[in-house]
């Protein structure tokens, strides 16, 4: 009952808190705090097939999407227009793997390994700013996670691991420049083994710059944009804005190069001794794709159905909105002054 009541306080503070199993866990493992990015929620960690954001793999076309059989032809044309993601094939496999024995996500593959993990969603974006949110919020989650988990018994003397992807990795490391935490020695805040962060911009990303210049050359575009069947020309833009924004918006701005809030971080440092900190990059900055699906040209051609009577079998292919995806590697990034090694690609992944 005592655990059950200490875990409430903690899930008043925060939203969809998820304790993993203390069962399993391996005596001397750390426990893993998983904290996510902008814009993600736990899901980002525990059940990515219902995300959009990152565990995916830009470099793949997708299949033509088969839409059935009717009696009538389609409206030769476009069927939509859509930003589409597609899963590595690793991840796909494993996600189709047998209930408990795959690791479809980062939350299944650290228990399989004998981790305790706890994780939980971020205060939303659009009503706290980040250094005023998240990061106030982290601080008061480790103190309580002392309190409430690692005081159990079967935590009793574990360690903390902070694994943040983007954005969380920041937070783990505002967290650990925090004045206080680095001068607690009662035991008020978690002992922390370990800071690993996934693509987070530790100098600062000039990709929160993206947001106003190319929604600004689209806006230029969008003028002069010649006029197309079913104004497919304004439909590919709107489209590119409303993603752009949804990526880059809210608070981007606090992580530009020499924001109050990196000044903060830099002033903040060293961060708390005897913690091992790793940063992992990649190379490819590209965040989603356009395509325009159009209906191939066996849809309308008419076969001869199992009933007899004529039927139509409706297929949409894909085809990427090239000059306008893949984003941002397919934009004119010299054009915009965007052509800063993190935005480059071979070089960042567009915040590292």
Same mark, same amino acid.
């Given at each position: 009952?005592?655990?059950?009541?200490?875990?409430?306080?903690?899930?008043?503070?925060?939203?969809?808190?998820?304790?993993?199993?203390?069962?399993?866990?391996?005596?001397?493992?750390?426990?893993?705090?998983?904290?996510?990015?902008?814009?993600?929620? @736990?899901?980002?960690?525990?059940?990515?097939?219902?995300?959009?954001?990152?565990?995916?793999?830009?470099? #793949?076309? +997708?299949? $033509?999407?088969?839409?059935?059989?009717?009696?009538? +032809?389609?409206? +030769?044309?476009?069927?939509?227009?859509?930003?589409?993601?597609?899963?590595? +094939?690793?991840?796909?496999?494993?996600?189709?793997?047998? $209930?408990? /024995?795959?690791?479809?996500?980062?939350?299944?593959?650290?228990?399989?390994?004998?981790?305790?993990?706890? !994780?939980?969603?971020?205060?939303?974006?659009?009503?706290?700013?980040?250094?005023?949110?998240?990061?106030?919020?982290?601080?008061?989650?480790? $103190?309580?996670?002392?309190?409430?988990? %690692?005081? #159990?018994?079967?935590?009793?003397?574990?360690?903390?691991?902070?694994?943040?992807?983007?954005?969380? =990795?920041?937070?783990?490391?505002?967290?650990?420049?925090?004045? $206080?935490?680095?001068?607690?020695?009662?035991?008020?805040?978690?002992?922390?083994?370990?800071?690993? !962060?996934?693509? *987070?911009?530790?100098?600062?990303?000039?990709?929160?710059?993206?947001?106003?210049?190319?929604?600004?050359?689209?806006?230029?575009?969008?003028?002069?944009?010649?006029?197309?069947?079913?104004?497919?020309?304004? #439909?590919?833009?709107?489209?590119?804005?409303?993603?752009?924004?949804?990526?880059?918006?809210?608070?981007?701005?606090?992580?530009?190069? =020499? *924001?109050? %809030?990196?000044?903060?971080?830099?002033?903040?440092?060293?961060?708390?001794?005897?913690?091992?900190?790793? *940063?992992?990059?990649? !190379?490819?900055?590209?965040?989603? @794709? %356009?395509?325009?699906?159009?209906?191939?040209?066996? /849809?309308?051609?008419?076969?001869? =159905? /199992?009933?007899?009577?004529?039927?139509?079998?409706?297929?949409?292919?894909?085809?990427?909105?090239?000059?306008? *995806?893949?984003?941002?590697?397919?934009?004119?990034?010299?054009?915009?002054? %965007?052509?800063?090694?993190?935005?480059?690609?071979?070089?960042?992944?567009?915040?590292?």
């Amino acid at each position: 009952m005592v655990m059950a009541a200490n875990l409430a306080r903690l899930q008043k503070l925060v939203r969809d808190l998820h304790v993993g199993s203390a069962a399993g866990a391996a005596p001397g493992k750390p426990l893993v705090v998983l904290l996510h990015g902008l814009g993600g929620d @736990r899901n980002d960690w525990m059940n990515p097939f219902q995300e959009r954001n990152w565990p995916y793999d830009h470099n #793949q076309d +997708p299949d $033509e999407i088969d839409m059935g059989v009717h009696d009538r +032809p389609p409206i +030769p044309g476009l069927p939509g227009i859509d930003t589409k993601y597609f899963l590595s +094939p690793r991840l796909a496999s494993n996600a189709r793997g047998a $209930e408990g /024995s795959d690791d479809r996500s980062w939350w299944h593959a650290l228990q399989r390994a004998g981790f305790p993990v706890v !994780t939980y969603s971020q205060v939303p974006d659009l009503m706290v700013p980040f250094a005023k949110g998240p990061i106030a919020q982290c601080k008061q989650f480790m $103190e309580m996670l002392q309190q409430d988990v %690692l005081s #159990q018994p079967e935590h009793k003397g574990r360690k903390v691991v902070i694994l943040g992807h983007s954005r969380g =990795g920041l937070i783990g490391r505002a967290f650990l420049g925090d004045p $206080e935490v680095k001068a607690d020695t009662r035991g008020r805040f978690p002992a922390v083994a370990g800071l690993i !962060t996934l693509s *987070s911009p530790h100098q600062g990303s000039h990709m929160a710059l993206m947001d106003d210049k190319v929604i600004t050359f689209l806006n230029t575009v969008q003028k002069v944009v010649p006029k197309l069947p079913n104004d497919i020309g304004n #439909q590919v833009i709107n489209t590119l804005k409303k993603k752009i924004d949804a990526y880059v918006g809210a608070h981007v701005d606090e992580i530009e190069p =020499g *924001s109050p %809030l990196f000044r903060t971080l830099q002033a903040q440092e060293p961060i708390r001794p005897g913690v091992r900190c790793i *940063s992992v990059g990649g !190379t490819s900055p590209r965040l989603f @794709r %356009l395509y325009l699906w159009t209906f191939s040209g066996d /849809s309308l051609l008419p076969k001869k =159905g /199992s009933s007899g009577k004529l039927e139509f079998h409706w297929r949409a292919k894909p085809t990427e909105a090239r000059g306008a *995806s893949p984003i941002p590697d397919g934009l004119p990034l010299k054009l915009l002054k %965007l052509d800063v090694d993190e935005i480059l690609p071979g070089c960042g992944d567009g915040l590292t």
